[in-house]
C-alpha cells in the first residue's frame, strides 16, 4: 500500500525567510503532484512532477523530485503572507483498473508571519 | 469554462437518513474522480469514471456508497444510511484523461451529519 508522508505538518515562518517543506512515499510511482489548499476552499494544483530530477519553479515556490530517495521537496523563497496555506503532495497510485488514484500527504499547513 | 461544479455546498442530515451530491465536470474532459477529505488529512481517493464506466473503487467505498455517471457527463454520489463517521467534504475532481496532467478540483460538499 502506497503511504505518503510530509513533514513538517505544521509550519510558521516569517516573512522574507526561505524554507522547505518535504514528502517521502513509500512505492514507486511516476507522477507526484503538489497542490495548494486555501481554508474552505478546494484544491490549487501547483506542480506535477514526472521524472527523477524534475524541477519545477513558479514564482516564489520550486519542486524537485528524487524518484530514487522517493523524495520531494517544494522550497518557498522570500516567503510573503499570501503564500499561507496549507500544501499537499499526492502521488499516483495505479488501481487494478489502471485508475489514476492520488494517494496524498497529510499536508503541512503554512503560516506566514510579517 | 467554469471549472469542476459540485452542489450542494453544505448538507446537514440526520443519522440514517440518505444523501445524494452532484458534480459537473469540466465540459470536455472524461475522467471524474470522488474523494473524501476530513479535517486535518488529505483527500482520500474513492472512485474514478473514464466517460461513463466506474473503472476504481477504493476499499473506503462501503456498500452505503455508490456513484454513478450515466451519460458520461455529470456524477452523483450518494450515501445510503448515513452514519456520524460520512461527515466530510467530498471532493469531485476532472482530467482530461491524457498522461501527465493535472486533476481540476471542486469547491467540495461539506457533509454534516447529525
Known amino acids: 500500500e502506497l503511504k505518503v508522508e510530509q513533514n513538517p505538518l505544521f509550519l510558521s515562518m516569517q516573512e522574507g525567510k526561505n524554507y522547505t517543506i518535504y514528502c517521502n512515499y513509500s512505492?514507486?510511482?511516476?507522477?507526484l503532484y503538489w497542490y495548494r489548499q486555501d481554508p474552505g476552499k478546494s484544491l490549487e494544483s501547483l506542480f506535477v512532477?514526472?521524472?527523477?530530477?524534475a524541477v519545477k519553479q513558479e514564482g516564489r515556490l520550486m519542486a524537485s523530485l528524487d524518484t530514487k530517495a522517493r523524495l520531494s521537496t517544494l522550497h518557498i523563497t522570500a516567503a510573503v503572507h499570501d503564500l499561507s496555506a496549507t500544501y499537499f503532495c499526492a502521488v499516483l497510485s495505479r488501481g487494478g483498473g489502471g485508475a489514476d488514484g492520488l494517494t496524498f500527504g497529510k499536508g503541512t499547513h503554512l503560516i506566514i508571519q510579517p | 469554462d467554469t471549472g469542476v461544479s459540485q452542489d450542494p455546498r453544505h448538507k446537514i442530515t440526520k443519522r440514517g437518513q440518505n444523501v445524494t451530491f452532484r458534480c459537473d465536470p469540466i465540459s470536455e474532459h472524461n475522467r471524474l474522480y470522488w474523494y473524501r477529505q476530513t479535517l486535518g488529512q488529505g483527500p482520500e481517493f474513492l472512485t474514478y469514471?473514464?466517460?461513463?464506466?466506474?473503472?476504481?473503487k477504493s476499499r473506503l467505498l462501503s456498500d452505503r456508497f455508490s456513484a454513478e455517471r450515466p451519460k458520461g457527463s455529470f456524477s452523483t454520489l450518494e450515501i445510503q444510511r448515513t452514519e456520524q463517521g460520512d461527515s466530510a467534504m467530498y471532493l469531485c475532481a476532472s482530467s482530461l484523461g491524457r498522461e501527465n496532467e493535472k486533476l481540476f478540483f471542486g469547491s467540495g460538499t461539506q457533509l454534516s451529519v447529525l
Open positions: 469514471f473514464q466517460n461513463e464506466a466506474q473503472l476504481e
Open positions: 512505492t514507486t510511482s511516476d507522477r
Open positions: 512532477l514526472l521524472s527523477n530530477g
